[in-house]
């Protein structure tokens, strides 16, 4: 019998996941290859900018999905299920590194921004972003992570919305009272820490 050749890159997530609940080894390196980029820089975002712990996490993630694909819900959309899992695994983080050390602060990596100013100098810049970081690093870590997928990761309000499994009101209220937060936090820059992740992107 005559097998056709599947192209596997036109093909949706949630097809993508039947196929790999198949076995088909193409399908899971296709979503990798999708997702692996986003994923990292999730991570990096949410783990105080330590590379190599994103690293980690990022095939801790991909190696879990590999071993039980089951444990995909096809009742949503393969890409929120997937936030909500790389979310849940960077709280548990969070509380393996208090464990470890708590009395100690939490190492915090400087961003190595190529800055190109918008308005500013790059130094004005790179201590900016320095000073975001430290300030969501102090966040809940439902707010940060709903601030960075918003903003540094541009997913839609709907999108964050069914990650955390709440109402877009709720989303939107949260981002509204985590950048307050943030402009209370960050009072001698301008312009206000929401549009920081733009510039940011477009360096």
Known sequence: MALFRTDHAALGDERLMELVLRGNERA????YDRYQRRLLSYFRRMLWNNGELAQDLL???????AHHPASFDPQRPFSTWLYSVANNMC??????????NAAAPLLKASANHTAQAVEGTALDHELFNRRLEEELDKLEPDQKATF???????MAIKEIAAVFGISEGTVKSRLFYTVKKLAAS???????PADAPRAARNR
């Not at 709280?91 to 470890?100: D, S, W």
């Open 28 to 31: 899971f390196a296709t979503l």
């Open 59 to 65: 095939q801790d993630l991909f190696t879990k999905l």
């Open 91 to 100: 709280k548990n983080e969070y509380r393996r590194q208090a464990v470890r």
């Open 148 to 154: 960075v997928m918003r903003h540094y990761e541009d």
């Open 186 to 192: 960050l009072p001698e820059f301008n312009p206000a």
